[in-house]
Every structure is written in C-alpha cells, then in structure tokens.
C-alpha cells in the first residue's frame, strides 16, 4: 500500500493522510494507491500540509505501519524518549517500529 | 563576557521583526514552503523528523548565568523541557512549533542571543576552546579573536551565499580542544619573537570526504588578521564548486588546487585586500578585549582540596581540570549520564548549571564540542559544594574523556537525513562498559558517533567512531579506528564490515580487550593503536 506523510504546518508533527484529512496517527491511514501525486499536489497547494511525500507501507492487523525505518520512528516518537512519543502510557507501543 | 553593543542589539531587534512577519504570513498562506524554506532556515529553523528544530548559536561556546537560564526557559515553555547540546557548542530544540519561533527569537535576544547564521551556506557560529580565558595551558584567550570574527561575518554581504557552509574554530593553546583541525579555517595564536599572531589552517572538515587542514600561514600579524580571512574566503568564494554539492566545501578546493597553490592566490588576494582597511583600529579591539578581561579571581584562595569524601575525590580527578590563577579549577559537567542520551539536559538542569555558574563561576558557562558544559572559574574551596549540587541533579557523572563520554549526533532518532540510530548505540556502549574501575583502566578514549556521512558527530575524529548506515533498510554500524580530534589530529579507519546495533558494541569491548592485551606502559588506547596498526584489531574483531 501506499501512505502519504508530511508535517503539519504550524506545530511540524507528523500527520498522515486519512483520505479526507490529515492525522496524527499512523492508524488512520488511508491507502492512496495510485493517487498519492495528485493528492499532495492538491494538499500542498492548499497548505494543509509541510514537505509531503508518499511511501510504500504495509496493512497489519493494528492498521497500516510505514514499511521504512525513518518513517516507522516518525510514526511513534523518539524511540529512545518513550515519554515522548504519541504512546506515553503504554509500554508495548514501539514493538513494532525497529 | 562580551556585551552588545547598539549594533549587534539593533541587527538582531531587526532580523526578530523580519522574520516574525515571515511567519505570519507563511502561516498566512501567503507564501510557499519553497519561498520560506530558505528564509527559516536564515534563522536556524530546520524540519525535523518529528517536528521543527531550532538551533540557537552560542558564540564560541560562551554563556552567562542569564542566558543559560533563558536556554532552560525556552526549553521549559516552548519545548518539551529539555534541550540537546552539540558539537558545535551551540544547542538545538527539537520540537518547536512554527508559531511560536517569532517569541523565541525574541526571547533569546532580549539575552543577547540568536538563531542566526546557524544554518545556510554562511560563516557559522565561531567555535573555541571551552576552557578559553582559564586553561593553564593558553598563550592568551582566544575570544576577543573569535568575537571580532564573529562581528565581521555576521551578515558580510559577500559571504552570505558561500558555495558552501563555512565553519571557523580559533584556539590559543598547543592542546587543542576545539577540533581546529578539522573546520574550514583554524586558527591558533601563537607567539613569535613576544609577539602574538595567527597561524592559519585552511580546508579541513568532516563529512563525506574527511579532511585535515594543511598549514596555509604559519604567522599572520594578528592586525592582519581579519584581511587574511577575507583573502582565505574570497578566493574560496570565486573558485569553490558551486556546481556539485559534494565538492563545495572549501576542503574541495584545497585538495584539488594543492595548499601551495591557494596559499598564492590567498596571498595574491591579501595583498589588495589588505588596502581596504577591514582590520579594526587597535582601540576598537581593546574596547573589544577589555570584556573579555579575567575576572577578578583571588589567586591567595586556598589551594588544598578537602578529599574525604570517596566519591567526590573520583570526580575531582576525572572532571576538574588547572585552572591558571591558584587556588582555583574548571569544572567539567558531563552531559553523559551511563543510559543517558549525549548532550542532552533538561530545563531543571540547564537552570541548576546556571544557578552554579551564578555563585561559584564568575557567572561563566561553557558549552564543549564534546557536548559537555564547564565552569570555567570555581575556588577550589566550593568544589565540593559544587559536585554536592551536581550530583543532586544527575549531573556529576565523573567520566570525562573515557569511554562513556561518548559524542553522538541526534541520529535517526530525531534527524531527517540519518541512515541510523545513534543514541541507543551510545548508551548500549555506555551501558556495557559502566563500571567506573573499568573505565578507567581504558583511561582517555574518544568515542564519537554519527548516524549518516554528514559525520556531525565527529566519527572521523573518534579514537573509536562509529558511522551509521542504511544496509537494504536496515541499520547497520561501520567500526572506525585511530581518529583524533585534538592536537595529535588524524583520520580515523575503517575496520572492515558492519555490525549491527549489538554487533558494534561486541566489536567494541574485542578492540579495547586486544589494547589492554598490547599496550605499553603509560599508552592511551590511541597510542597502542598507532603503534600497533589495524591488523591485531582487525584479527580481534572478524577472527
Ligand atoms: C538534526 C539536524 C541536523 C542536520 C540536518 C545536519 C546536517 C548536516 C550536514 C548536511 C552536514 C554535512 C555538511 C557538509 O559536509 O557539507 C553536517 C555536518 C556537521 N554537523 Fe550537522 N546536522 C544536524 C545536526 C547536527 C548536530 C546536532 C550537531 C552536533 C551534535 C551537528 C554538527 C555538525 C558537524 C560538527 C558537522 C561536520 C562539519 C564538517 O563537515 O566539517 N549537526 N550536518
Ligand atoms: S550525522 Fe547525519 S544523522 Fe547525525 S545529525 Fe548529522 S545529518 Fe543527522
């Protein structure tokens, strides 16, 4: 699958195209097939989104997961600051990004 | 400590106003990312992984309790209440929102401070010798230098659009604790026949194609010394591969054109420079000086150190250096804590360190290359309440220059361009080796980290480095041996193939086992290494 990324303009978080919208989470991810181009151009052009790309991700039982390490970390936080990552609280929430 | 003058104030209320209303209206949407991209970036604002990254220049590593203080506040009030010293001595906050750069900027000039100039193809923040103004070792403080080259590259028209990034490094000892060697220019003062001048090394640097800088002048008088910079830039400026971003730094030019060869275009170019009159009269110099003066330091203080206490005596031998007036020493802070991440420091301890430079150190705070703070000025007689107050703080950790003082740039973790990971390496490596006796037993090792080529944390320089790299989307770890960074300067090299994150360190401790087994007697591991060369290590490591 196909996911589109990119930072939001005010704060720089990671955001994550939802199909209508963007979000914070990975989970929400939509899979943008082969209309990831025409998307951001339409996104960008709008400013409801920093510096998107689109990369090659993977559908998991607990939603879609980026297939490349640097956008795995970009998804959760640090991982060597769990504190501050989207997940604070929950202590199995990085299992899946290295 | 060098105060602004109505210059410097009035440059920067001016850059914080224009960039400001570059915010708002990129918020605005009336310009693009492309338009602004360039203009944030004037003001040290990167993207980052996971959001944008501010690095605020600290010139020539050189804080007061004031400005330390205000570095804990933006971390407390804009960040995530912590900040990340770096190699550069300067210090970056990793999650900053567009919308409140303008009032940091603000903030940090209402203490003399800036964004700029820390990032684009421009004269850098200068950096020097952390203990400047209190090693025992130093012919003369090297900042009043390092200030009069802050104050005629900041905003030099002709060296705005560099070919490339252009870092400068000027020290004033034989000991060099700068990495001067390894910057675009370094300068060291030296003396000849009483007098001081400026010996001028050009074209080293890190990066993708490591190199040492050759000797261009041995002796530039130093009320010459700014004309001789320009002369080193300006020919930079007009021959430097604009056309391949992996030739364009002045390292580039130098190798290709033979150091003989710029030192006769330079020389050429001094020679018409030099009419230009850019070198301040010497009154302007003094008023320059003069705020640099020592402080006044009681050189009749107590010279003894009470060392009853086991602990406090550890550190004292491993993180307090000579200071040149009696009865007093710099302290070293390290930033390294055995787990911890390098050059990391929360808002409560940026405040701590501050609070301590405010009552035991002149009100002096340094920020070393090696992402460590110092006090460079503390009575001998305080150096234990200092160390009580450290240590409170998870601040005394006494392993200055061994192998858990570990240099590592943010990696993968935080940094858009790293293939991998650093900071888990260092603290797994941190980790492995944290008995205290051991360590020491390895005695000074330099361990430095970088998690892609750009080598921003020095792999090349490390007596161990280690460089991170993307093996088919895998981190992968290559080893690098004999490097140095100091006065003994030289590249590191390759120990073969990678390792993975475990792998290194495993790799790590046969290295250091092979040097306890080789080494003669009074030997650093750096020493053993030159002597011996690669081929025993290389045997401890892939058998
Ligand atoms: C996280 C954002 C950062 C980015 C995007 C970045 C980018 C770069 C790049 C592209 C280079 C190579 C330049 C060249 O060879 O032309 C470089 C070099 C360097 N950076 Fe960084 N860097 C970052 C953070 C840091 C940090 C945190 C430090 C200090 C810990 C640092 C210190 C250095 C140093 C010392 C060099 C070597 C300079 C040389 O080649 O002579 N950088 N950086
Ligand atoms: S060395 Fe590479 S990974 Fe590390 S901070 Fe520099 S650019 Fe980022």
Redesign the pocket.
């Known amino acids: 699958m196909k996911l589109l990324t990119g930072n939001d303009l005010k704060t720089g978080f990671v955001t994550w195209w939802t199909g209508a919208d963007w979000s914070l989470h990975i989970e929400d991810a939509a899979d943008v097939g082969e209309h990831g181009e025409a998307i951001l151009a339409v996104e960008e052009a709008a400013r409801r989104v920093n510096a998107p790309y689109i990369i090659a991700g993977e559908q998991t039982a607990d939603g879609p997961r980026p297939a490349h390490i640097k956008d795995r970390i970009r998804a959760l936080g640090p991982t060597v600051r769990p504190d501050l990552t989207l997940k604070p609280a929950d202590p199995a929430a990085g299992d899946w990004v290295i | 400590m060098y105060k602004y003058d109505e210059y410097d104030h009035a440059m920067v209320a001016a850059r914080v106003a224009e960039f400001s209303d570059q915010v708002k209206r990129r918020l605005a949407g009336e310009i693009t990312e492309d338009q602004f991209k360039p203009l944030r970036l004037m003001n040290g604002l ?1 993207l ?1 992984l996971h959001a944008y ?1 501010l ?1 605020v220049a600290v010139p020539y590593g050189t804080l007061d309790s004031r400005q330390m203080r205000m570095l804990a506040h933006i971390a407390r009030k804009y960040d995530r209440d912590y900040g ?5 001595q ?1 210090i ?1 906050y990793n999650w900053i929102k567009l919308e409140d750069a303008p009032a940091i900027l603000e903030d940090l000039a209402s203490v003399e401070m800036h964004a700029i100039q820390t990032s684009g193809n421009c004269i850098r923040n200068i950096s020097s010798d952390q203990w400047a103004g209190a090693a025992a070792d130093e012919i003369t403080d090297p900042r009043p230098w390092a200030e009069l080259l802050r104050q005629w590259s900041s905003f030099h028209p002709e060296f705005s659009y560099l070919p ?2 252009f ?1 400068i490094a000027v020290i004033a000892a034989n000991e060099d604790r700068a ?1 001067m060697r ?3 220019i370094g300068i060291q003062i030296v003396e000849k026949d009483g007098e001081h001048g400026a010996a001028f090394y050009v074209g ?7 190199m040492i800088a050759p000797l261009i002048k041995d002796f530039v008088p130093l009320g010459d010394m700014l004309s001789y910079a320009e002369a080193c830039l300006r020919v930079y400026n007009r021959y430097g591969r604009r056309d391949n ?2 030739k ?2 002045i ?1 580039i030019l130098i190798h290709e054109l033979g150091a003989d060869e710029y030192r006769r275009q330079v020389e050429e170019e001094f020679a018409h420079v030099k009419s230009l009159g850019i070198d301040p009269p010497k009154a302007e110099f003094d008023r320059i000086a003069e705020q640099f003066a020592p402080p006044a330091l009681d050189a009749s203080a107590p010279d003894a150190i009470d060392r009853s206490d086991p602990d406090f005596a550890v550190w004292v031998d491993q993180n307090v250096a000579a200071h040149k007036v009696p009865g007093h020493a710099i302290v070293n802070i390290s930033l390294k804590p055995i787990g911890g991440i390098p ?1 990391d420091a929360s808002s409560a301890q940026i405040d701590l360190m501050a609070d301590l430079a405010e009552k035991y150190s002149h009100d002096e705070l340094r920020v070393t ?1 090696a ?1 460590n703070i110092v006090l460079p000025h503390v009575r001998k007689a305080d150096l234990y309440a200092v160390w009580q107050a450290l240590d409170g703080a998870g601040l005394a950790t006494p392993n200055l220059d061994l192998i858990s003082d570990i ?4 990696g993968l973790d ?5 293939n991998a990971r650093s900071i888990p390496v260092a603290q797994k490596i941190a980790t492995r080796f944290s008995d205290l006796g051991r360590q020491k037993e390895l005695g000074e090792l330099k361990l430095k980290i970088s998690g892609c ?6 792999h090349h320089a490390g007596h161990i480095g280690i460089l991170g790299v993307d093996r088919k989307g895998t981190e992968n770890y290559q080893l690098l041996l004999g490097g140095s960074g100091a006065e003994d300067v030289s590249l590191g090299t390759i120990t073969g193939p990678g390792f993975d994150e475990d792998g290194v360190v495993d790799a790590i401790e046969r290295v250091t086992d092979k040097y306890l087994a080789e080494r003669s007697e009074g030997e650093r591991f750096v020493d053993t290494f030159r002597r011996v060369g690669m081929a025993p290590f290389k045997e401890a490591i892939y058998g």
């Open positions: 990167y980052q990254m690095r990340h010293f770096t190699t550069r300067n970056q490339r990034k870092k990495a390894l910057h675009d080293g640097g890190m990066g993708r194609t490591p971003i992996y364009a730094r390292k050059g290359h992402q240099i590592a740039c943010p935080y940094c858009s361009l790293a080529i750009n080598a921003c944390g020095h």
